[in-house]
Every structure is written in C-alpha cells, then in structure tokens.
C-alpha cells in the first residue's frame, strides 16, 4: 500500500526555523516526484514545489523560490521541505503528494503538517 | 504563470441531481508532447486533498463513475451525475502541463 507520512505538528515563534518531512512506502520512492503544497486557513491549495528523490533535481513556484527548500534523502524514503524566519503568514497546513509519471497527476498525498507560528 | 479559473465558487446541489463544475486556464494545456495534463481533485473537510481525475477524463482508480471529466484546450468541466451526501467538500482543478504547476481557486459543493 503506497503512504506518505508527514511528521506532526508543529508551533513556531516568529523569526524561527523550520523543517518537515513526508515519508513514502510501499512503492519505489526513487521513481516519483514528489511536491509541497500550502493551504493557509480556509484558503485554497498552492504548489510550492517539486523534487525528484532520484537526483535531487527541484522545480520551485516563483511564489516560494528562495522562501523554502525541498531536499531528500532517499537513503531513509523522506522528503523535507525546510523554511527560516517564520512569519505569522506562514501558518498554513502542508501537504506532500507524489506524482505519477508520464501523466504528472498527485495520485497519493500526505496527511498534512499544522504549522503554526505566533508569539 | 497559467491562470486557472473556477466557476462556480460555490454550488449549493439537492441530492441525487447533478453537478458541474468548469475551470478555465489562461493559456492551452495542450503540452508539447501532445497530452493535456489537468486533473481534479476532491478535498472533503478536514482531510487531504484526493485525486479523482486526470489527463482531464481519466477517473483515477477507486473512484465513483458518477464522476466525469471532459474538455479540451482551455475549457473543462467536472460533472457529478447524481451528488450524494458524501461529495460534499471543495473541489479544485489543476495543471501540470507547464511549471509552476498551478490550481484553480476552488469550488464548495454544498447540499441544499
């Protein structure tokens, strides 16, 4: 059964530093992208980014280049997507998702991870 | 970036009637490789987001033939035949075709 497991929960201070993980099983995690997306409170979904586990190639939004990084270590199947001096507008729920290839469709996504930053 | 545009915003539907959902993209998904990258997704409230279609007509595995996609260009469409209670949620359109890859704003179905 293919999973992505995010980690838990996390509340930040603002000026904070933060990095989260999603997990694949049950398939090859080398042979799917795998992207973040955001969804700030009782917003939509917006794509942040994509990186392919195989050689660590990424692809960023113009909206988040240089805000985020996406980094993996394939070794334990685990992405991450890390970001520094959190603003209050970066609470949000992440998702991960992997995508199919040939026909780039999210086909499984993660649980989400709250992140919540307030003084 | 595409641009993709969601209409209605929201869409209050009696069970058992249909629905239908169309999203627009600033410019043709049509990618150089002759395919058409759009795909919908459901998300229910409080849970992740779940794919139901791609390449704009394809139902991913699992889900209800009550949902169909159709389209082409810059123009497509959901369509719920029959909405049952368990469809309520947002529902977003989004492509691949070109990065960034992009979603529409979203569509609420809601039960009247």
């Known amino acids: 059964e293919v999973q992505l497991v995010q980690s838990g929960a996390e509340v930040k201070k603002p000026g904070e530093s933060l990095k989260i993980s999603c997990k694949g099983s049950?398939?090859?995690?080398?042979?799917?992208?795998i992207g973040w997306v955001r969804q700030m409170p009782g917003k939509g979904l917006e794509w942040m980014g994509i990186?392919?586990?195989?050689?660590?190639?990424?692809r960023y939004s113009p909206s988040f280049q240089g805000q985020v990084t996406i980094s993996v270590d394939k070794s334990i199947s685990t992405a991450y997507l890390q970001g520094s001096s959190l603003k209050a507008s970066d609470t949000a729920m992440y998702y991960c998702?992997?995508?199919?290839?040939?026909?780039?469709?999210?086909?499984?996504w993660g649980q989400g991870t709250l992140v919540t930053v307030s003084s | 970036d595409i641009v993709m545009t969601q209409t209605p915003l929201s869409s209050p539907v009696t069970l058992g009637q249909p629905a239908s959902i169309s999203c627009r993209s600033s410019?043709?998904?049509?990618?150089?490789?002759?395919?058409?990258?759009l795909s919908w997704l459901q998300q229910r409230p409080g849970q992740p987001p779940r794919l139901l279609i791609y390449?704009?007509?394809y139902r991913f595995s699992g889900v209800p033939d009550r949902f169909s996609g159709s389209g082409a260009g810059t123009d497509f469409t959901l369509k719920i035949s029959r909405v049952e209670a368990e469809d309520v949620g947002v529902y977003y359109c989004?492509?691949?075709?070109?990065?960034?890859?992009?979603f529409g704003q979203g569509t609420k179905l809601e039960i009247k």
């Open positions: 989004m492509q691949a075709t070109q990065f960034p890859y992009t």
């Open positions: 998702a992997r995508l199919a290839s040939p026909e780039y469709y999210f086909d499984y």
């Open positions: 390449k704009i007509s």
């Open positions: 990186i392919s586990p195989g050689d660590s190639g990424t």
């Open positions: 049950g398939y090859s995690f080398t042979r799917y992208w």
């Open positions: 410019q043709s998904l049509v990618h150089s490789d002759g395919n058409t990258y």
